[in-house]
């Protein structure tokens, strides 16, 4: 009874702190110096227009993370799946991942992340895509990254921030997306996974109050300075940036 009366707590505490800086929004972290730039032709050829894949290779944590930046410059909701592979000096391949968004709705830009916790000297994709089979309901919604403020995580002091969504939708969806963050010499510096859901929202799309369904989650805690002000590690010093890769969107159980 104790440890679920302190996780109410924990909780509660940090909900506090999301809705004390929710209007603070995350700046967007901006990528210029791609790898590569691709311009991929739709499956169906009488849809007119392209789909514009941006990719940028990283170390996060002493392994490798590939970004990629996919725009439907198509006149048409589209399906979208990525093929990715892993390859070693030599080219062999050492895994291969797909990802797919259903809700890729015509003029839409996301971000697929890919991190597959090893080391790889290469990265190779391929684009597929067809019509949306049903209504891309991503149209309606609007997803938000609270910019990361100092707080307290029981008794240490923290690094929070927190994922909030505005659904203009009359449905309860789900949304899962990785937040990806970036330190102000480019690195990354944190990736976190969440999936929650949202219910509809008649505020939309103001990013005020109407995100009062926020998911927080800490960046970093220290013990050692949990009496007084926060000292970060020198990587997470300055403003940090962020980008989101919404990776499920599905109408709510």
Same mark, same amino acid.
């Given at each position: 009874m104790k440890k679920n009366i302190a996780l109410i707590l924990f909780f509660a505490l940090l909900a506090a702190m999301l809705v004390s800086c929710g209007e603070q929004k995350s700046p967007q972290h901006e990528i210029s110096d791609y790898d590569s730039v691709s311009a991929v032709a739709p499956d169906d050829g009488q849809i007119s227009g392209e789909i514009t894949v941006?990719?940028?290779?990283? +170390?996060?944590? =002493?392994k490798d993370v590939v970004i990629l930046d996919v725009q439907n410059g198509t006149d048409t909701d589209l399906s979208i /799946? @990525?093929? =990715?592979?892993?390859?070693?000096?030599?080219?062999?391949? *050492? *895994? &291969?991942? &797909?990802? &797919?968004?259903?809700?890729?709705y015509? =003029?839409?830009?996301?971000?697929?992340?890919?991190? $597959?916790?090893?080391?790889? !000297?290469?990265? /190779?994709?391929?684009?597929?895509?067809? #019509?949306? &089979?049903e209504e891309c309901?991503?149209?309606?919604? +609007? +997803?938000?990254? +609270? #910019? $990361?403020?100092s707080g307290r995580a029981e008794k240490n002091a923290a690094l929070v921030s927190g994922i909030g969504a505005s659904n203009g939708n009359d449905?309860? @969806?789900? *949304?899962? !997306?990785? @937040?990806?963050?970036?330190?102000?010499?480019?690195?990354i510096v944190f990736i976190v996974h969440k999936t929650d859901?949202?219910?509809?929202? $008649?505020?939309? $799309?103001e990013f005020t109050t109407a995100y009062s369904e926020w998911n927080g989650f800490f960046i970093y805690t220290d013990t050692?300075? !949990? @009496?007084?002000? *926060?000292e970060l590690p020198e990587h997470l010093q300055g403003e940090l940036t962020s980008v989101i890769c919404v990776d499920i969107i599905k109408k709510g159980e």
């Open positions: 941006k990719d940028k290779k990283y +170390v996060y944590e =002493g /799946t @990525i093929n =990715g592979t892993y390859l070693d000096e030599s080219g062999n391949v *050492l *895994l &291969t991942e &797909t990802k &797919t968004f259903d809700q890729f015509s =003029g839409y830009q996301n971000y697929f992340l890919f991190n $597959p916790k090893i080391n790889f !000297a290469k990265f /190779t994709y391929t684009v597929e895509s067809v #019509k949306a &089979t309901f991503m149209k309606n919604v +609007v +997803v938000q990254v +609270v #910019k $990361p403020n449905f309860t @969806i789900t *949304l899962g !997306a990785s @937040i990806v963050f970036f330190n102000e010499k480019g690195d859901p949202y219910t509809k929202n $008649p505020t939309h $799309p050692e300075h !949990a @009496i007084g002000n *926060l």
